[in-house]
C-alpha cells in the first residue's frame, strides 16, 4: 500500500511529517512517499539521524508550498507545482491508495474536492472524526467544519456517510445515528434540523440509516450514539469545546493535586505517592482525548483517503495518522456509499 | 428583598424549590415568596421539617402549573392562573424584585418578555450564563439557547448585554467580548458570524464594547474572553458539550482511580490513600463545572430578574439560585443597558 504524505503541512512541517513517515515505515508494511520540496525533505531526515531512506519511504519533489494565507478556492490553480496538489494529482491519478496531509483544511477539501474528487450522488465532503466515548467505543461527529452552511440533503447524507463509516471503519453493526439539536422532542431546533429530521426519519423507515431522533451535545461521548449529524458551525463547536474542556480539566486536576502535595509535603510522604499515583490516572484520562491519538480526520465523500491531520501535528501524530490511512483503505466504503445514495434518490423517485 | 420562587417548576418540584427556600431564608435576609398550589407547599414544608413557615417566607396560591407539553407561546393567555404566570404578574406589579424557575424555559422566556417586558431597544432577550474558567473568574455565554436563530444585530445586542453583565455581576472593569466562530479570522463562519463581525467592529470602534474579534470554542475556558457572543443553537452545543464533557472526565477519573485501587488493594495499602486523596482533587474539579454550583441562568434583556434554574434543580441548587438573584438584582444594569442601546442607534443615525 502507497501512503501520500504532504511534507510540506502543518506548524512543525518537514521535520514532524518526515519522522513521523520514518517511524511509521518502520512499524508498519507500508510504502510511504513524501511529497515535497526534497533538500528540506532529506535535512529533516538527517536531522531525525536517517542519512539514507529506508527502502519503503520515498520523495517526490514538490518546489512550491501552500500556506494559510492562500484562498483555498485557488490553491488547485495558483499552486499547482504546491506539495498539496502534487499529492492529491498522485493519488487521483491512481499512484498512491491514501493522502495525509496538516496543511490548510480549506485548501485540502476543495483540493481532494476538484481533484480527487467525490462519490457519485455526495453534494459535500464531510469531516467526521471519531472520538473516544464513555462506553469504551468510538463517536463519529459528521459534519465537523468542511460545511458551515448546510441544507436538510446535506445533513441526510452526512448521516448516511457518518453510518458506513461508523460501520466499516469502526466495525459498530448498526450504527445509530442521532441529529445534534438543542432539545430531543422533533419540534426542537431552526428549520435546517426540523428538515433534516424528517429526511432522516424518512431514510431510517427506508432502512438506509439507524435514526434514532434529536441528541444533545452532552450525549456525545455518554456512548449512547455512534454518529452525531450535525452542521459543520455546530460539529465545530461542539469537537473544539470537548478538546478545550477535556485540557481545561486535565489541567485543572493536576494543578488542585499538585497545590495539595506541596500543600502537605514533608509532613505527610503519602501525600506523594497519592501524587503520582493520580498523576497516572490523570494522563491516562486527558490523553484519550489528545487529538495525537485520535489521529487524524478523513473526508467522508471522496473516491480516495484523503487524511487531515491536526495543524499542530507531531511526529506521533503523523504516525498514527499512517496507521488510520492503512485501515480506512482496507475499510474503504465508496462503492456502498455510492448504492446507498442511488438507493435513496430511486427510493424517493418512487414516492 | 423579595424574591419569587415558583414552587412548582422543576422535576423535583416542590419539595426542591420549598427546601430551597426554608434554606436561602435562614441564611440570607430576604424574603421569599413561594407560588403554587398552597397544600403542596405546606405539605412539602412539613416533610422538610417545617410545620411553621418562617416570617421571612410567605406563600401566594396559584392553582394551575405549567408543564413541558405546554406550548410556550400560548402559556401566558391558556394558563394565566399557573404559578409560573402568576409568578411573572407579581414581579411585574412591582411587588417583587426578582423570579426564580425551573419549570419550561421556553414558556418562562416568552413570559417573561409579554409580561415583565423587554428593556427598551431590546430585541430579544437572552440566556447569559457564566461558566468557570482556567483564570479563576467565570466567561458569559451568551446567547445559550434562547434563540436558536439569530440576526447580526441580536448578537450584536447580545454582546452589548453580555458585556454589561460581566461589568455589572462578575466585577469585570473592561470584558473582553468574542465572537464564536470555527476559525478566529474574520473571514470565517456563515454569513451571521460575518456580519455581526462587522457589527461588533464598529461598536467597539464608539467604544461600546471591547471587542477581540473571533474566537473558537476550545477558548471559551481558558479565561482569554470575558463574554462569548453566539447564537441560541451554536451557544446550546457550548454549553452542554462543557458540561457533558466535565461530566464525562469525571467519572472516567474515578474510574481509572478505582480500578488502579482494587487492582493494587491488599497488596499496596499506600494506594488506598491515594485513592482517597485523588478522589477530593476529582471532586473538586467535577464541581466546579456542576450547574448547582454554577446556579441558574438570568435572562439577560428582560426589565427586572428573571432567573432559570435547572430543569432538575435540587434544595442546593435552587438556594444557590436564590444567592444569585439577590446578587442580580443589586447589580442591575437596566439603565445602562437602555442608555448604551440608545446611544448605537443614534450614533448609527449619524453615520
Redesign the interface.
Known amino acids: 500500500m502507497n501512503i501520500l504524505i504532504d511534507a510540506m503541512g502543518g506548524d512543525n512541517a518537514p521535520k514532524a511529517p518526515v519522522m513521523g513517515a520514518l517511524e511509521a515505515a518502520k512499524l508498519w508494511n507500508v510504502n510511504i512517499v513524501l511529497v515535497g520540496q526534497e533538500d528540506a525533505i532529506r535535512a529533516a531526515a538527517k536531522e531525525a539521524g536517517c542519512d539514507t531512506l529506508p527502502a519503503n519511504v520515498e520523495i517526490v519533489h514538490a518546489p512550491d508550498v501552500v500556506d494559510m494565507h492562500d484562498d483555498p478556492a485557488n490553491v488547485c490553480r495558483k499552486k499547482k507545482e504546491s506539495s498539496m496538489v502534487v499529492g492529491l494529482r498522485l493519488l487521483s491519478e491512481g499512484q498512491a491508495d491514501a493522502m495525509i496531509s496538516a496543511g490548510s483544511t480549506g485548501a485540502l477539501l476543495s483540493g481532494a474536492t476538484l481533484i480527487v474528487k467525490r462519490v457519485k450522488g455526495i453534494r459535500r465532503a464531510a469531516m467526521g472524526p471519531a472520538i473516544p466515548?464513555?462506553a469504551g467505543s468510538k463517536t463519529v461527529l459528521c459534519d465537523c467544519?468542511a460545511n458551515?452552511?448546510c441544507t436538510p440533503e446535506f445533513l441526510l447524507q452526512f448521516g448516511i456517510v457518518g453510518s458506513l463509516y461508523a460501520k466499516k471503519n469502526l466495525d459498530i453493526a448498526n450504527p445509530r445515528v442521532g441529529l445534534?439539536n438543542?432539545g430531543t422532542e422533533d419540534t426542537?431546533?431552526?428549520p435546517l434540523q426540523k428538515e433534516a429530521y424528517a429526511l432522516l426519519t424518512d431514510a431510517h423507515n427506508k432502512g438506509l440509516v439507524n435514526f434514532i431522533g434529536n441528541i444533545?451535545?452532552?450525549?456525545?461521548?455518554?456512548g449512547e450514539v455512534d454518529v452525531v449529524v450535525?452542521d459543520?458551525?455546530?460539529g465545530?463547536?461542539?469537537?473544539?469545546?470537548?478538546?478545550?474542556?477535556?485540557?481545561?480539566?486535565?489541567?485543572?486536576?493536576k494543578h488542585?493535586?499538585f497545590k495539595?502535595k506541596s500543600k502537605l509535603f514533608g509532613y505527610n510522604p503519602?501525600?506523594i505517592?497519592?501524587?503520582l499515583?493520580?498523576r497516572?490516572?490523570?494522563k491516562?484520562?486527558t490523553s484519550?482525548?489528545d487529538y495525537r491519538e485520535i489521529g487524524g480526520t478523513q473526508f467522508l465523500g471522496i473516491k480516495k483517503t484523503v487524511i487531515k491531520a491536526h495543524g499542530s501535528s507531531d511526529a506521533l501524530a503523523f504516525r498514527n495518522a499512517v496507521k488510520q490511512a492503512v485501515d480506512a483503505v482496507n475499510a474503504d466504503f465508496s462503492a456502498e456509499l455510492e448504492t446507498a445514495l442511488k438507493q435513496l434518490t430511486e427510493e424517493n423517485a418512487d414516492d
Chains 1, 2 share one sequence.
Open positions: 466515548n464513555k467544519g458551515a452552511e445534534l438543542i426542537k431546533g431552526t444533545e451535545a452532552r450525549d456525545t461521548l455518554l450535525c459543520g458551525f455546530s465545530n463547536v461542539l469537537l473544539k469545546s470537548i478538546e478545550g474542556t477535556a485540557y481545561f480539566m486535565g489541567s485543572l486536576m488542585k493535586i495539595r503519602l501525600s505517592i497519592g501524587y499515583f493520580c497516572q490516572g490523570v491516562e484520562v484519550m482525548m
